[in-house]
């Protein structure tokens, strides 16, 4: 059974340009969670996402981010016009079912802004 | 979100066995206990958890204090594969609430 996979696993993108960070849950695996991790920082929650919908979206950023979790396919997380500060680890993570279970990580994406 | 205190930093040696505390006194009745470590340069990994009655599976094992005010996960035999940060997370019984919340963590260093 594949774990969670991300991609890409190094991104680099000028300022102004847009991230989109790809992640795949495990598989039977409905709910993803992406925290981001700053340099020399601690990981942080961003959203938690079932099958095409939003259930906790307080740790995003209130501009430029967004995520997604469709029927079909992966779920993603868009930074658009990234700038400096988002230069961090992003981590995804899935669980089987809602509720107090383990979550399942996934390599990350390292993505910098240049 | 219910708080929890780890120390900052552990060290031990190799083969031997290491206990990692963790206080959380304010934990709530249904509030389960969860425990991940992160390597270097790598994503979190899922530890154990628990809820009231001590724990153990292949990676470690997980004791609950009996007013659930404190915890310890416990390495029976450290390798240097087990130095990384621990971190004990508290994680609530409502639906839509198991966002992990990471504190500082313990970083625990294993001398060979």
């Known amino acids: 059974n594949a774990g969670v996979m991300q991609n890409p696993r190094h991104l680099v993108r000028r300022r102004g340009q847009e991230a989109r960070l790809r992640c795949s849950p495990m598989?039977?695996?409905?709910?993803v969670y992406w925290y981001r991790q700053l340099p020399e920082e601690g990981l942080k929650f961003m959203v938690y996402l079932q099958k095409e919908n939003i259930i906790d979206e307080s740790g995003m950023p209130k501009e430029r981010f967004s995520a997604e979790f469709p029927k079909e396919g992966p779920s993603i997380l868009r930074i658009q016009q990234v700038v400096r500060g988002d230069s961090a680890a992003y981590f995804c993570?899935?669980?089987?079912?809602?509720?107090?279970?383990?979550?399942?990580f996934g390599p990350g994406t390292r993505l910098t802004v240049t | 979100d219910a708080k929890t205190t780890q120390p900052n930093s552990m060290e031990s040696n190799e083969e031997e066995p290491v206990h990692l505390p963790c206080n959380h006194s304010t934990i709530s009745g249904t509030d389960y206990i969860h425990w991940y470590r992160q390597l270097p340069s790598q994503g979190p990994e899922y530890v154990i958890h628990?809820?009231?009655s001590n724990v153990n599976n292949r990676m470690a094992s997980l004791a609950i204090a009996e007013d659930r005010k404190s915890s310890t996960l416990i390495l029976h035999r450290a390798t240097l594969r087990d130095a990384a940060v621990y971190y004990c997370i508290l994680i609530p019984l409502i639906q839509g609430a198991q966002k992990l919340v990471f504190g500082q963590g313990t970083r625990l260093t294993i001398n060979p």
């Open positions: 993570a899935s669980s089987p079912f809602d509720g107090p279970y383990e979550q399942y």
């Open positions: 598989k039977g695996h409905s709910h």
């Open positions: 628990g809820l009231t």
